[in-house]
């Protein structure tokens, strides 16, 4: 009994546990493949969430920022994309104003640049250095 929700269109369907139980019983090798990806993302899943709490809301941010850029950036070298500050402030568990505040100290440091909520990273290095924990 879970629910989901999803940040963007999405096609779901349903199979349900009967029919899921006899398509593992004739190919029990893809149930071995699902097992083993589905505890891959569990290890990550897990690893994300303690390296995030272990983590200063600035790194934290930074992180965030990397993994958006990564995620929804439109094509492979574009470090540009339009993401709401709310959300963001959400995913970290802080408020919008201290991500504000943070975005424009990243901003003076000429880390990144925001606009009309496009983010966009100007030094990928200097970023990666911050979501590490290793700024200089």
């Known amino acids: 009994s879970f629910s989901a929700v999803t940040t963007e269109p999405t096609t779901a369907c349903?199979?349900?546990v009967d029919i899921l139980t006899k398509?593992?019983?004739r190919n029990?090798?893809?149930f071995i493949e699902l097992t083993k990806k589905l505890c891959e993302k569990i290890n990550f899943i897990e690893s994300r969430i303690?390296?995030?709490a272990s983590k200063t809301i600035k790194q934290q941010l930074a992180e965030i920022i990397l993994s958006l850029i990564n995620k929804y950036a439109k094509e492979k070298n574009d470090k540009t994309i339009s993401y709401p500050i709310a959300d963001i402030a959400k995913m970290i568990g802080t408020s919008e104003t201290y991500v504000y505040k943070l975005f424009t100290?990243?901003?003076q440091e000429k880390i990144?640049?925001?606009k009309y909520k496009k983010i966009t990273i100007?030094?990928?290095v200097r970023l990666r250095r911050i979501a590490q924990g290793n700024a200089l």
Do not use: A
């Open 28 to 30: 029990p090798m893809e």
């Open 105 to 107: 100290e990243l901003e």
């Open 112 to 114: 990144i640049s925001l």
């Open 23 to 25: 398509i593992f019983v």
């Open 50 to 52: 303690t390296s995030m």
């Open 122 to 124: 100007n030094d990928e």
């Open 14 to 16: 349903f199979i349900s």
